[in-house]
């Protein structure tokens, strides 16, 4: 993909440019290169013609990279200026990703309250979005932010809910994430019989993925 992206970067405009920056720094974040996916991001929201679309999609990649490095400064501020930009849009799929983001972030800086606060925002706009991906992240995420808060059954009921979404939607990635979430909730509130079973059907699920090359 990084091949393909750089051979089309050499055709295309200023803005069509930009917008590559960001899809290239998206392959290198997922690569895990931060340093580089931190570059390009930058490179595409220095350009002022970049759509407001692209703009919100990528201060919120941003955010996670720096998030990710352990600048959780720049972070919360690209995070804010990412929710800006969805509110412009009035965009409620955008201002769920952004909501979302700022929970996560709250979360890591271990102020519980304001992880629930936002999750459950990001879960109002996913419903309002109607996407079933963007619903499944912000019950996972308001599961975590409860946990967090020591208040895990409401954690495994969300959890529970967000998997039958995921298997409802065949994505065994964040099934087989959601059983492992489970498996540490039951394990917290001292269900390990559950814990186990959930464990057991985390490990199958990644196997298979693994076996398929997924």
């Known amino acids: 993909a990084l091949s393909d992206f750089e051979v089309a970067?050499?055709?295309?405009?200023?803005?069509?440019?930009?917008?590559?920056?960001?899809?290239?720094g998206d392959i290198y974040h997922r690569l895990g290169n931060l340093a580089l996916a931190a570059r390009h991001f930058e490179t595409a929201l220095a350009d002022p013609s970049l759509a407001l679309s692209w703009r919100c999609r990528f201060l919120a990649e941003s955010s996670l990279v720096a998030a990710q490095s352990g600048d959780h400064e720049v972070a919360r501020r690209l995070a804010q200026e990412s929710l800006e930009v969805a509110a412009t849009l009035a965009d409620p799929l955008e201002l769920a990703v952004s909501h979302n983001l700022l929970s996560i972030l709250a979360r890591h800086a271990e102020d519980a309250a304001e992880a629930v606060a936002q999750a459950e925002r990001s879960?109002?706009?996913?419903?309002?979005?109607?996407?079933?991906?963007?619903r499944v992240a912000a019950l996972n995420n308001l599961a975590m932010a409860h946990a967090a808060d020591g208040a895990y059954g409401e954690a495994i009921a969300l959890s529970q809910e967000a998997l039958d979404m995921s298997i409802a939607l065949g994505d065994r990635h964040h099934a087989a994430a959601l059983h492992n979430h489970l498996a540490d909730y039951s394990h917290a509130v001292g269900d390990q019989k559950q814990a186990n079973s959930q464990l057991k059907k985390a490990v199958r699920l990644f196997a298979e993925i693994s076996a398929d090359g997924l």
């Open 123 to 134: 879960l109002t706009y996913a419903e309002l979005s109607e996407s079933q991906a963007a």
């Open 9 to 24: 970067a050499a055709h295309m405009t200023v803005t069509e440019s930009a917008r590559l920056d960001g899809k290239i």
